[in-house]
């Protein structure tokens, strides 16, 4: 079975996404995000953009979302796929690393399993202002109304949370949940 990719976008955080989807026995390897497009398209069954400082430096993440595998976009990664599909994406109100209670609109797909409201960790620096046409909200919060988003046909999901520290409430599952989405036992 092929692995998981974590596009490293040079955020902080992105070795603690391996790490977490190591310690569920997930198979995933960090690649850096100058990987080239067919060596992704090939060797995956699955692709998570990490987070990272700035969309400049987010390499050929845009062209990952177009591959037609399932992917999971963290923080900057959720803006690259918002970028791509038409959303805006702009300073928040509000930066810094931080504690947010998110509330979950939807439960299906990456957020199967978790309560109405939740406690997360996550930074506002940049967030995504309007939704990408052929998106739907998944999860909102009393700072950012886009906190988790899922494209409505295919298996593209963003998430303004960081799921990979231990501050965020059951981090795990979201990477279950998406693990499940690629090995098709969840379709979204």
């Not at 976008?9 to 026995?25: M, P, S, V």
């Not at 845009?62 to 918002?82: D, F, Q």
């Not at 690393?97 to 978790?114: F, K, N, P, R, S």
């Not at 009393?142 to 501050?167: D, M, R, T, Y």
Request: hydrophobic share 35%.
């Amino acid at each position: 079975m092929l692995p998981l990719y974590v596009v490293n976008n040079y955020g902080q955080f992105n070795h603690l996404i391996l790490r977490a989807l190591r310690d569920l026995d997930i198979d995933a390897k960090l690649i850096p995000n100058t990987t080239p497009v067919s060596e992704v398209r090939e060797g995956c069954q699955g692709i998570i953009l990490g987070g990272g400082p700035d969309i400049s430096r987010a390499g050929l993440s845009h062209e990952y979302v177009r591959l037609g595998k399932p992917v999971l976009g963290i923080c900057l990664g959720l803006h690259v796929i918002a970028q791509e599909f038409g959303g805006t994406v702009q300073s928040g109100q509000k930066g810094g690393y931080g504690a947010v209670e998110v509330t979950i609109t939807d439960h299906d797909g990456i957020l199967q399993g978790y309560p109405e409201t939740m406690q997360v960790w996550a930074s506002h620096a940049d967030e995504v202002v309007a939704l990408p046409g052929d998106f739907d909200r998944l999860a909102t919060s009393s700072i950012c109304g886009n906190e988790a988003i899922a494209h409505k046909h295919l298996p593209i999901f963003g998430i303004q949370w960081h799921p990979e520290v231990s501050h965020t409430f059951e981090g795990h599952r979201v990477f279950e949940n998406f693990f499940s989405i690629c090995t098709g036992q969840n379709k979204g």
